[in-house]
């Protein structure tokens, strides 16, 4: 459980953000655990009670701090894919309602999250792909003759 600062800010979750600052504690560590939890700063920065100005601020001025809010939204990006292919793989139970009541569930999985990991991890194979072919011959007289709206050049 996260602990409270003077300001009221809640604590950083030790670990929250392997690395660069995981000491970090007070609205800093609040905002960089909060980052990578939700992936908004906006949200980030209401948890942490600060505003986004200085957030923003905080990452201009401190190297340091720039490459933890980098770390923590890789590690956000990290879960959502996980969560990606947790959905894809094991699927989840959807309920199934009659007269307004559960009477079972549905085990769902997610093709289109499926498609999205292949496409991310294996581009060349999963590539989309197109090719345009073209049969019969136009001459250069013929499309300079439609351009100029006429049969001009034309024998």
């Given at each position: 459980?996260?602990?409270?600062?003077?300001?009221?800010?809640?604590?950083?979750?030790?670990?929250?953000?392997?690395?660069?600052?995981?000491?970090?504690?007070?609205?800093?560590?609040?905002?960089?655990?909060?980052?990578?939890?939700?992936?908004?700063?906006?949200?980030?920065?209401?948890?942490?009670?600060?505003?986004?100005?200085?957030?923003?601020?905080?990452?201009?001025?401190?190297?340091?701090?720039?490459?933890?809010?980098?770390?923590?939204?890789?590690?956000?990006?990290?879960?959502?894919?996980?969560?990606?292919?947790?959905?894809?793989?094991?699927?989840?139970?959807?309920?199934?309602?009659?007269?307004?009541?559960?009477?079972?569930?549905?085990?769902?999985?997610?093709?289109?999250?499926?498609?999205?990991?292949?496409?991310?991890?294996?581009?060349?194979?999963?590539?989309?792909?197109?090719?345009?072919?073209?049969?019969?011959?136009?001459?250069?007289?013929?499309?300079?003759?439609?351009?100029?709206g006429g049969t001009k050049g034309l024998?």
């Amino acid at each position: 459980m996260a602990k409270t600062t003077k300001k009221g800010a809640k604590k950083a979750p030790r670990g929250a953000v392997s690395g660069t600052l995981k000491k970090e504690d007070g609205e800093r560590g609040v905002f960089l655990a909060s980052l990578v939890d939700t992936g908004n700063v906006t949200k980030a920065c209401e948890i942490a009670k600060i505003g986004r100005r200085t957030a923003y601020n905080w990452r201009a001025a401190d190297e340091k701090f720039a490459a933890a809010w980098e770390e923590a939204k890789q590690i956000g990006l990290e879960g959502l894919e996980d969560e990606a292919r947790r959905r894809a793989h094991e699927g989840w139970d959807e309920p199934k309602f009659h007269d307004g009541k559960v009477c079972g569930h549905v085990r769902k999985f997610s093709d289109t999250l499926l498609i999205f990991l292949l496409k991310g991890g294996m581009p060349e194979k999963y590539k989309e792909r197109a090719t345009v072919e073209h049969s019969g011959n136009v001459t250069l007289t013929q499309i300079l003759a439609e351009i100029d709206g006429g049969t001009k050049g034309l024998d």
